[in-house]
T-cell receptor, first 115, second 109 residues
Framework: SAVISQKPSRDICQRGTSLTIQCQVD?????MFWYRQQPGQSLTLIAT?????????ESGFVIDKFPISRPNLTFSTLTVSNMSPEDSSIYLC????????????FGPGTRLTVT | SQQGEEDPQALSIQEGENATMNCSYK?????LQWYRQNSGRGLVHLIL?????REKHSGRLRVTLDTSKKSSSLLITASRAADTASYFC?????????FGTGTRLKVLA
């Protein structure tokens, strides 16, 4: 299994500012996923980040609002830009299991509150 | 939306009782998975069932899959207070995962 850490674990930010969330994995992985979970809701995939290429964004999410970096096989960042209260959510990164295992391993999440 | 639906949305039972939650999905799948989430933290993988399987067991968990009805169920037997959490199904078709709406389970001691 993969062990994933995220920083920060939580933050309270003012509207109009940006926050960068870090995701660190203890092993090399090809694909990393970023999800948003709005209060009381399910997970929605924001984008898939492959090392060495542009992230692939899902419908409703754009690079200008959620720029992603993937500098190596163990690390990724998600930036939430020009935040508004509607961005208040838990942001989670995840990776696939190794060796063809299909389950995903999740980080502990970053709880973001925008005031 | 491709998101799956789960029911019930919330379930409250006494310790020792069984809990059953259901998941319906919309697209063809390779596999279906169930996850648990405690108090808005990261998700923990519980069990995976492949599209050619009909039933799978893991400890106190029993999962069924009916691909003709595009539905799955998760049964937790002899529930414990520690089972209190939100449970999500997730379907995998290609490389991405689509999560259901979730069931909030509360087990009362």
């Amino acid at each position: 299994s993969a062990v994933i850490s995220q920083k920060p674990s939580r933050d309270i930010c003012q509207r109009g500012t940006s926050l960068t969330i870090q995701c660190q994995v203890d092993s090399q992985v090809t694909m990393m996923f970023w999800y948003r979970q709005q209060p009381g809701q399910s997970l929605t995939l924001i984008a898939t980040a492959n090392q060495g290429s542009e992230a692939t964004y899902e419908s409703g999410f754009v690079i200008d609002k959620f720029p992603i970096s993937r500098p190596n096989l163990t690390f990724s960042t998600l930036t939430v830009s020009n935040m508004s209260p509607e961005d208040s959510s838990i942001y989670l990164c995840s990776v696939d299991g190794a060796g063809g295992r299909y389950e995903q391993y999740f980080g502990p999440g970053t709880r973001l509150t925008v005031t | 939306s491709q998101q799956g639906e789960e029911d019930p949305q919330a379930l409250s039972i006494q310790e020792g009782e069984n809990a059953t939650m259901n998941c319906s999905y919309k697209t063809s799948i390779n596999n279906l998975q169930w996850y648990r989430q405690n108090s808005g933290r990261g998700l923990v993988h519980l069990i995976l069932i492949r599209s050619n399987e009909r039933e799978k067991h893991s400890g106190r968990l029993r999962v069924t899959l009916d691909t003709s009805k595009k539905s799955s169920s998760l049964l937790i037997t002899a529930s414990r207070a520690a089972d209190t959490a939100s449970y999500f199904c997730a379907t995998s078709g290609t490389y991405k995962y689509i999560f259901g709406t979730g069931t909030r389970l509360k087990v009362l001691a």
